[in-house]
């Protein structure tokens, strides 16, 4: 289905964008170059009649958005967190796809609980009141359970919501197809990859078993974190459609107002977003995907409370070697171990050369770090390494799409709390904590106890192995060379060393 009839759909997205007024506001708000803004206004002008109309009573650029389906009100909700790049007067329009969407009907959530539970509602909750966020996926219910009158979140998606996001994904298909075959240098952005990548999230993301899962985890892993925390799951009320999550209630965190009214902290709860993020991912290597301020309360005790677990990162405790060490060598600005973990990692092509990489890098760390601190900032930083990298044939990292993309979105969200806030000096120490446990001597001896209680898992296939190579060696004829099988015996003689060693490491830490 990823033909040339999504070039319909492509016209009518910029159509539409035209007849709402959203073009010129959009392009006037990231502040495209005249030439551009031109072009991009004549090529969408002609098809402006058959753009839909959207909701009349919504500014241009929110409307065009919400008209156009799910997968562009994600796109909005990551520019609602950045000021910097749209405007504030633009970013505070966008807020309202984070959790003010239209509704569906009650009784529509109420015959699909149903639905899922396979039990009438009046029969598992004596409340089930009207909805009280709506978002792009699925809207949320306060209900009361008969059981034990517990006050739960119920959780319902959208219906018809996982065809309207094959038609978006269908379309961006397309258009990452013909941006390769129309423009061949992109493709070492990989926007095949990228769409692939968006894709398994998003589909992820209609699968409400999956997030009851990913919301458990992230308990599991968070529950010794100071400040923060995660409502628990309702397994037997909930399904693929339906998720039930214990009730907590809180201030939203757009909403400065009503923070600073109950007194709290905003310059200490921006700093704590963004140490809770890269805590949990450096940590845990499980993170927060969505990190919008929709997504996220202050309890009246001050804890920060997450919700919506649908898109969950993960990335291995390789990349996240890789990626602290990077954001360690800039803190520091030792551009040149920045070069070295890039080439280290294969993230750079080896014929390159690294002092040529290492000057450039140091071209993009200090005008980043010569500004003042309310405009130092990571996604800056991003911006301008990947300008960089692309000289140096670097390819895009599917693995870290999520990751920078929460890392922006989560900057936005620390600014909208404390504009001043200097986002390198928040981030060093949980960093550097990172840093001084998993890089290093301590690091290896870990490793080399963890490897041992792999080949541990092995041992008993261990002698066989050992007899198996040293028959070989003992047959093998005397015209044939027998380094091979040589070079394997050394290697079950390693693992034994490695599997004595790290019973010895594992003793001793």
Known sequence: MRGPH????LIRTGATFERTGAMAVALEAMQVPPRLRFAARMLGWPFKWLGLQGDLALPPVTRALTALGPAYIKFGQILSTRPDIVGEELAMQLKYLQDKLPPFPTVVAKAMVAEELRLP?????SSFSEPVAAASIAQVHRATLISNGQDVAVKVLRPGIERAFRKDIDAFY???????????AARRLRPLDVIAHFEGVVLGELDLRLESSAASEFADNTKNDAGFQVPKVVWDLSGRSVMTLDWAEGINLADNAALDAAGLDRRALGARVLQLFLSHALRDGLFHGDMHQGNLKVAANGNLIAYDFGIMGRIDEYTRRVYAEILMGFIRKDYRRVAEVHFEAGYVPPDRDIDEFARALRAVGEPIFGLEATRVSMARLLSYLF????????ETRTELILLQRTMVVVEGVARSLDPHINIWQVAKPVVESYVSRNVGPLALLRDLAQTARVLGRFGPRLPRLVEAALIAQAEAPPQVKARPRLFALRLVVAAFVIFALGIWLGHLL
Request: proline content about 4%; charged content about 30%; hydrophobic content about 55%.
């Open 6 to 9: 999504n070039i319909w759909r």
């Open 174 to 184: 397309f258009a990452a197809r013909t941006i390769e075959f129309l423009a061949p």
């Open 387 to 394: 300008e960089v990298t692309e000289r140096f044939g670097m």
């Open 121 to 125: 509602v009046d029969e598992v909750f």
